[in-house]
């Protein structure tokens, strides 16, 4: 256990965005950080590693979605593109009555974060292994979700193509984005009406403690997505929907 002065930082981050965190879900996030650093040694997670940047950069950002949802009560949840486990994680030690699937096409990752799940005691929730083109055309997954996370990098509109299919109509589709999003996000606009969306709003703010500019986009999926979408893989980001 770190010492209080250690996790000021932390603290003052989850006071900007108005959260508190249980003693238990303070030692889940450690014992996260710890896992994360321990297995980085030996495979790429991440190249953040100092305590205070994983704070702020993942652990705080991924936490920023309460900014557009302030309570994801018991929602079916899907993390495309997770990675080491941003946002799902940390969404789910805020919310532990979700149930999240962390879906990513590196199995090495999912390995980690099927040991994170085990060891965090993180009950309705599972990992898949995949290309979202593939895994969104299976019926079991297609439209099932009521909201679609990624912090994934890639064009607003190739996320899109990836995402609203899991998003059941009523659901949301969420981007971590960064503070210059104007044109991205116009680009995208075609993909977003094609998939069945729509831009509720964007909420433009800064990581608690810096000066790192970040963005919401929050999609509202409104239609059914066309059966052709997403594109075989490798398509959509050689030829993105405009």
Known sequence: MRKEQDLEIFYEGLN?????LSDAQMEQFLLYYNLLVEKNKVMNLTAIINFDSVVRKHFIDSL???KAMPDLGSMKVLDLGTGAGFPGVPLKIMFPDIEL???DSTK???????IVIEKLNLSKSSTIHGRA?????????????????SRAVADLSV????????????????AYKSDDIVEELDIASTAINLLGGKTDRVLKFTLPGGDDGRSLICI????TSPDAYP???????REPLK
């Not at 090495?108 to 099927?114: E, G, I, N, Q, S």
């Not at 193509?161 to 969420?174: A, D």
């Not at 594109?231 to 980001?237: F, L, T």
């Open 133 to 149: 083109e593939d895994i969104a055309k299976i019926p079991e997954y297609r439209e099932q979700f009521d909201l679609c996370v």
């Open 64 to 66: 920023c979605l309460v």
């Open 101 to 103: 699937m962390l879906l």
């Open 220 to 223: 509202g999926k409104r239609n």
């Open 16 to 20: 900007a965005l108005g959260i508190s």
């Open 231 to 237: 594109r075989k893989p490798g398509v959509a980001p």
């Open 108 to 114: 090495k990752k999912l390995r980690f974060l099927d």
């Open 159 to 174: 996320l899109v193509e990836y995402s609203l299919p899991f998003v059941k109509v009523g659901g949301t589709f969420v």
